[in-house]
Every structure is written in C-alpha cells, then in structure tokens.
C-alpha cells in the first residue's frame, strides 16, 4: 500500500502562488507516474498535471498550461505543484494521486490507484 499526504494549500488573492506538496509513504519503490486532480464545488473531479517517475514526461489540462508546474524529488517521495498566476476558478480541492505499476502520466482518473485526502485552495478576487 501506498499513503499520500497533500499540503501546502490556504487561502490567496488573485494573481498569487502557491506550492502544493504530496508526500508519499509505504511500498514506494515503484517507479511509477504521479498526478494532481482537482474538485471544485457542485463540480467533478478533473485532471490538473502528471508527472513520469523521471520528470521527463508531463501533462498539463489547458486550464493551466504555462501556470501551473508539477515537479518531484524521488529521494524525498514527494511530488510538488506550484501554482501560479492563480485565478478564482482555481479554488478546489486539490488532490493528489499515483499509479501503481505504470509510469505514463495518464490523464484519467480511474489510470490512478492511490490517492490522497486533498487539500483545500481558494482564491479570492
């Protein structure tokens, strides 16, 4: 099993940044792809950005292209996403989630096994 802790969400004005953290614990051996998804309210979950376990291979939603940014660093089992430019249609849940056994960075939620608890970002106007 694998356990994933979101953090780094808050509150923050129109045009600011924010770093999103997912730190993951257990059998994290595998070399694997690793994705944010996001849920605003009265909304479905949607695909944000995934990354390849080498960081070599990323998609974006175009929602964010050119804004937002995935990173990792395997040796802390953390992947990253820093948010910039944030707009109001930016606040959602954030969550972040990883495949088990497969390294593409797939934008499908149901490609995803393990997910974390989420972490809530608001923007303001």
């Known amino acids: 099993q694998v356990q994933l802790v979101e953090s780094g969400g808050g509150l923050v004005q129109a045009g600011g940044s924010l770093r999103l953290t997912c730190a993951a614990s257990?059998?994290?051996?595998?070399?694997?792809?690793t994705g944010w998804f996001r849920q605003a309210p009265g909304k479905e979950r949607e695909f944000v950005a995934a990354t390849s376990w080498t960081g070599g291979n990323v998609n974006y939603a175009d929602s964010v292209k050119g804004r937002f940014t995935i990173s990792r660093d395997n040796a802390k089992n953390t992947v990253y996403l820093q948010m910039n430019s944030l707009k109001p249609e930016d606040t959602a849940v954030y969550y972040c989630?990883?495949?088990?056994?497969?390294?593409?960075?797939?934008?499908?939620?149901?490609?995803?096994?393990?997910w974390g608890q989420g972490t809530q970002v608001t923007v303001s106007s």
């Open positions: 989630a990883r495949r088990s056994g497969n390294n593409s960075p797939a934008v499908r939620e149901d490609a995803y096994a393990y």
């Open positions: 257990g059998r994290t051996f595998s070399s694997v792809a």
